[in-house]
């Protein structure tokens, strides 16, 4: 049997590549060594330009439980100092809070509405690559099989097997003077406040916010609701330089209270939730910040974790993933379809890496700063007159969205939206929105004429079966560009302001070739 393309992992990021390839008329196999979905808990949410991206595939009302858009935040933190976002006129922090094993079910039962195969309770053992495919051993309930795939993506997490197996390098960090605990906790109602929901200590009359870093002398304290109304809290520590616990022995409810005695100076009153759970208790020892040496290795690739471990302060892991899902889905399905131009697969490391690079950067300056350390805290104050400036904060919050993300495309893309994500044409399209909505919902690629003449439509004729034409109307100056063309993840890969005549046909001509291959 050979396959396409064989995606080894069936976590967040896995399915939504599965769901990308069966949008671009792929049918993709996925493996996972789970005989079930799992309800651990773990990522409490989506934070940054990923809200947006599945907004624009149609699932944020099924992760959201509401209609859209989806809303920037007012409020959010940088290594635990407030950011107030409320002043920004382009705020460009969104939030989803949706618990991870939520996200999985709805990309899942989106998975298996497109049609992708998934086999649960099946582990990658080893695998080896020639030069037309990658030969896959497969241990499943009714025994070990091999596979044949042209194509291999490890979503496996940070202790990829796909990787170790493809022989590719994991450089990077572990900070191992780290220790967290984190865990569910239910607090008195009666220590918190009914308005802002912060936190008093009881003895001390300390006030401590929730959803937030909360830095103090002996580590750093977190709580929050995560589901609203439930009493149960998820309280966490961080710790440095403590005596490390033994990683073979189980965490315990014990542990977690001790841990939180150390860092607040003081006791709190909490106890275990009686609630059915799945609830968390978690330890985690060391930081590990890490990036493969490369995304590809001939017919085999990696995705999310896979490809790049950094630390969760902030949220940005999903965000991170996802995305490399949406802009490997396309590109790897126009390999298969034999269409795509020469180095279009190798532009998912040249255009994903850097982003990882400038998450690691930001994560390991946000826990930097949260140690517990004279110098640093007087960092911390020189940080906190520094984003007392709207533009300072409004460059944090970019950083911490991955909003000020620019793809380099290359010679003929020198207009200033070329390379960034699609703006909100909501509020300025008159006529066409709904039409662009479509077919980015299916992952297709849009020209969208504004000039009101035929010039667009004339340069894109010979990609018109990979590429849709769409003329829109717009506000009279009201978007920088009377024509763009929108990639599949939702970055423009060209625009123009000219508003006459042909648009720089031969330079219109050559990014369609760049991206979308030869003209039929």
């Known amino acids: ?5 064989t995606i080894v992992g069936g976590g967040p990021n896995g399915l939504l590549l599965a769901c990308e390839l069966r949008l671009a008329g792929v049918r993709p196999l996925l493996l996972d060594r789970l005989h079930a979905r799992s309800e651990t808990p773990r990522a409490n949410g989506l934070v940054g330009r990923v ?10 009302e099924s992760l959201a439980g509401r209609t859209g858009p989806a809303e920037p935040l007012p409020f959010y933190q940088f290594s635990g100092l407030p950011l107030d976002l409320r002043d920004l006129p382009a705020n460009p922090l969104h939030a989803l809070r949706v618990p991870q094993a939520r996200v999985e079910q709805v990309l899942e039962e989106h998975a298996r509405e497109l049609g992708v195969e998934i086999r649960r309770g099946h582990e990658l053992t080893a695998l080896h690559q020639d030069g037309d495919a990658v030969t896959l ?3 499943a309930p009714q025994g070990t099989y091999r596979l044949r795939t042209r194509y291999l993506v490890g979503a496996d997490g940070g202790h990829s097997t796909v990787r170790k197996q493809a022989g590719i390098a994991f450089p990077g960090t572990t900070d191992d003077t780290f220790t967290s605990r984190a865990g569910h906790a239910v607090i008195p109602d009666a220590l918190l406040d009914p308005v802002t929901g912060e936190l008093e200590l009881p003895e001390s009359g300390m006030r401590l916010r929730p959803y937030a870093h909360n830095r103090l002398p002996g580590g750093v304290f977190t709580f929050a609701m995560m589901q609203p109304g439930s009493g149960v809290h998820l309280v966490a520590t961080f710790e440095w330089d ?8 189980p965490m315990t409810f014990a542990e977690l209270r001790s841990g939180v005695r150390r860092v607040l100076g003081a006791d709190l009153p909490m106890s275990p939730p009686t609630t059915s759970g799945p609830h968390l208790l978690r330890r985690l020892t060391g930081i590990n910040s890490r990036q493969a040496d490369t995304y590809r290795a001939g017919r085999v690739l ?11 302060v902030g949220g940005p892991g999903l965000n991170l993933g996802l995305q490399d899902a949406l802009n490997l889905g396309w590109k790897l399905a126009a390999q298969i379809h034999g269409w795509a131009p020469p180095g279009l697969l190798d532009t998912y490391q040249s255009e994903r890496a850097p982003v990882s690079r400038r998450v690691l950067m930001q994560t390991r300056a946000q826990m930097a700063l949260m140690r517990p350390a004279a110098d640093i805290t007087a960092v911390r104050d020189l940080l906190t007159e520094l984003l007392a400036e709207p533009g300072n904060r ?3 919050a970019a950083l911490l969205a991955g909003t000020d993300i620019r793809y380099d495309l290359g010679p003929g893309t020198g207009h200033p939206l070329a390379g960034r994500w699609l703006p909100d044409l909501r509020s300025h399209i008159t006529e066409g929105w709904p039409q662009i909505a479509e077919r980015l919902r299916v992952a297709r690629p849009v020209l969208v004429d504004l000039t009101e003449n035929s010039a667009v439509a004339e340069a ?4 018109t079966d990979r590429v849709d034409v769409i003329t829109a109307r717009s506000v009279a100056r009201s978007l920088p560009a009377s024509a763009f063309l929108v990639r599949p993840d939702g970055y423009l890969a060209w625009a123009t302001d000219e508003t006459a005549g042909p648009p720089r046909r031969h330079s219109l001509a050559e990014v369609l070739a760049t991206w979308f291959g030869t003209a039929t």
């Open 1 to 5: 049997m050979t396959t396409d393309v």
């Open 51 to 60: 809200v947006q991206a599945l907004e624009l595939r149609g699932l944020y």
């Open 137 to 139: 051993v497969i241990r």
């Open 242 to 249: 403590q005596q490390p616990a033994d990683a073979g022995t």
């Open 302 to 312: 990696l995705l999310g974790d896979a490809a790049h471990v950094h630390s969760a």
């Open 394 to 396: 409004a460059r944090t």
């Open 460 to 463: 894109a004729d010979g990609w």
